[in-house]
């Protein structure tokens, strides 16, 4: 069964932390995105990568930054977490449009 | 770029009704279509898509949908529901013709079904 993994279920961090967020997939997917989710907003997508060391900003970027060292692996960076960056992040994978994405469980981010 | 509405942020229904949840979506290029569900505390599950041909999707857990082009929408139904479709709805567009898969999310419909 394909997978794509997020690290912590849940994290609390303080405001002013440098905050990594991990995301593995072991399907060899090309394509690698990050939403973060907020009740009422749906899901807004914050940067996406279409290969390694690729990336390219979505609808959200301000105050995050990402890295794709590996195929596998996507990692979300949050510089300086602030409190309004409280949110359920989701990281989801695809190798091509047929197959749709493959989400991650989510992370739940508090920023206190 | 595109933009997705879905017109019915909460629907409460009872077990073994029928349900649609509305979808309606705007772009100016051709799009590609998408509806995920998300239970409680858990990531999204693809339950159906349309890529071409004919406009009726089926998908998982008995939901269909339809692909409607001149009215811009694609309404997701089940003819009758349980207890466990209660979850979280999401309709999603993606632009047919680029090249980096980037899916646009409605903001959700909360489907709860009462016994």
């Known amino acids: 069964d394909v997978k794509v993994t997020q690290s912590s279920r849940y994290l609390v961090k303080r405001t002013g932390e440098k905050v990594f967020l991990e995301c593995v997939q072991d399907m060899d997917h090309e394509n690698m995105f990050w939403y973060r989710q907020d009740p009422g907003l749906g899901l807004r997508l914050i940067y996406f990568s279409y290969d390694v060391k690729m990336k390219e900003k979505g609808d959200i970027p301000e105050g995050y930054s990402v890295s794709r060292e590996k195929k596998e692996r996507f990692s979300l960076i949050l510089e300086s977490a602030s409190t309004n960056q409280t949110s359920m992040y989701l990281c989801a994978s695809v190798p091509t449009v047929n197959y749709g994405y493959t989400f991650g469980s989510g992370t739940r981010l508090t920023v206190v | 770029a595109q933009s997705v509405t879905q017109l019915d942020s909460q629907v409460p229904v009872f077990e073994e009704a029928p349900v649609e949840l509305r979808c309606n979506y705007s772009s100016s290029v051709s799009v590609y279509l998408f509806w995920y569900v998300q239970y409680p505390n858990q990531g999204l599950q693809l339950l159906l898509k349309?890529?071409?041909?004919?406009?009726l999707v089926k998908g998982i857990n008995g939901f269909e949908a339809e692909f409607n082009k001149s009215q811009t929408s694609f309404h997701l139904r089940k003819p009758s529901v349980h207890i466990s479709d209660t979850a979280e709805y999401f309709c999603?567009?993606?632009?047919?013709?680029?090249?980096?898969?980037?899916?646009?999310f409605g903001k959700g419909t909360l489907l709860t079904v009462n016994p």
């Open positions: 349309y890529l071409s041909g004919s406009t």
């Open positions: 999603a567009v993606m632009g047919s013709g680029g090249s980096n898969y980037k899916l646009t």
